[in-house]
C-alpha cells in the first residue's frame, strides 16, 4: 500500500531534500508540499494525505497549532514531528497536541522511511527524552486534570490494568506475557480502552494517564482500581517504549540509546 505524504517546512530546501529521496520509494508517494502550518491545513483538506512531516517553528502557523487542527479534522493524517532538537518546547507541545510521532531532521534515511510507515500503520514513535519530558512534567503536577476515580468510572478492571501497562510503555506482546493471555486479547482491550476514552493511539494514552494522575512516576505498580492514584515506574530500565504494537502487534521503538528498534 503507497503512503500518501505531505512535507511541511519553512526552509524550501528542506522540502526540496525530503521530497527527493521520498520520491525513490514505491511504497511513498509526496503529494505535496507546504511552507507554514496554515497552508499545511490547504493541502492537508486538498490532498488527503495519511502521514504529514510536520515542522514546528514556522511562520503564520507553527507546527503545534497546525498539528491540533489537523488532528480535530474529520478524516485526521498522522502527524510525524520533524525538528532539529530533541528537546524542544515546540515539539512537546506538537505531541500533546495530538502528534504521532518525533523524529531529528538529521536521522538517517533508513529511520525516516520506517518512522513514516509506523505511524501510519497507527502506532506512535517517541524518542527516550522526550518521553522523561512526559513524565516529568506531569510528575510535577499536583492537581489532575481530571480525578482518576471519574475517568475509570467507563473501564472494566481488565482494561484499568492494560491502560496501566500501556502507560508503562508496554507492547502488546510483553503485555500478553505478563497477563498469560493472547496477544489477540491484550489486542481487543486496549482498541477498547481507546475507544472508551477516545484516544488514537499509545502516545495519547501515557499522556492521559500521567495528566490524571493516574500513574506516578518513581514509585512500585500498585493494583488499579478505580479509587486512589496508582503508582508505577515512569522508565522502563532497558527501554523506553512509549509505541510499540499499538493495536496491531508489530510497531518500532527507540532504544535508550535512540536507536530505531524493529518492533515485535
Same mark, same amino acid.
Given at each position: ?20 529521496? $521520498?520520491?525513490?520509494?514505491?511504497? @511513498? +508517494?509526496?503529494?505535496? +508540499?507546504?511552507? %507554514? ?8 483538506? +486538498? ?22 487542527? @489537523?488532528?480535530?479534522? %474529520? ?12 528537546? %524542544? ?6 505531541? /500533546? ?9 538529521? !536521522? ?24 522523561? /519530558? $512526559?513524565?516529568?512534567?506531569? #510528575? ?5 486534570? /481530571?480525578? &482518576? #476515580? ?21 507492547? =502488546?506482546?510483553?503485555?500478553? &506475557?505478563? $497477563? ?14 481507546? &475507544? ?8 495519547? #494514552?501515557?499522556?492521559? !494517564? ?14 488499579? %482500581? ?13 527501554? @523506553?517504549?512509549? =509505541?510499540? &504494537? ?10 535508550? /540509546?535512540?536507536? @530505531?528498534?524493529?518492533?515485535?
Amino acid at each position: 500500500m503507497t503512503v500518501r505524504v505531505l512535507i511541511v517546512d519553512d526552509q524550501e530546501l528542506i522540502r526540496i531534500g525530503f521530497r527527493l529521496f $521520498l520520491q525513490t520509494r514505491a511504497d @511513498l +508517494e509526496v503529494v505535496g +508540499e507546504a511552507a %507554514d502550518g496554515r497552508e499545511a491545513l490547504d493541502r492537508a483538506a +486538498e490532498l488527503r494525505p495519511d502521514v504529514v512531516l510536520m515542522d514546528v517553528r514556522m511562520p503564520r502557523m507553527d507546527g503545534v497549532e497546525a498539528t491540533a487542527r @489537523l488532528t480535530r479534522t %474529520d478524516r485526521p493524517p498522522r502527524v510525524l514531528i520533524l525538528t532539529t532538537y530533541d528537546l %524542544d518546547e515546540y515539539v512537546f507541545g506538537a505531541l /500533546r497536541a495530538g502528534a504521532s510521532g518525533f523524529l531529528l531532521k538529521d !536521522a538517517p534515511r533508513e529511520r525516516l522511511i520506517e518512522a513514516i510507515h509506523v505511524v501510519h500503520q497507527g502506532e506512535a514513535l517517541l524518542s527516550p527524552s522526550i518521553t522523561r /519530558r $512526559l513524565i516529568e512534567d506531569y #510528575a510535577a503536577r499536583t492537581d489532575p486534570v /481530571r480525578p &482518576a #476515580a471519574d475517568l475509570l468510572t467507563a473501564l472494566t478492571p481488565r482494561e484499568r490494568e492494560m491502560l496501566l501497562l500501556v502507560a508503562q510503555g508496554l507492547s =502488546n506482546q510483553e503485555i500478553a &506475557a505478563r $497477563l498469560v493471555v493472547t496477544e489477540a486479547t491484550v489486542k481487543s482491550h486496549v482498541g477498547s480502552v481507546f &475507544a472508551k476514552l477516545h484516544l488514537r493511539d499509545r502516545v495519547q #494514552a501515557v499522556v492521559l !494517564a500521567y495528566e490524571h494522575g493516574i500513574v506516578v512516576p518513581g514509585r512500585p505498580p500498585t493494583p488499579l %482500581d478505580p479509587g486512589p492514584h496508582v503508582v508505577a515506574h515512569g522508565l522502563p530500565p532497558r527501554r @523506553l517504549r512509549v =509505541n510499540v &504494537a499499538g493495536g496491531s502487534g508489530v510497531g518500532a521503538a527507540f532504544d535508550d /540509546r535512540g536507536d @530505531l528498534e524493529q518492533g515485535r
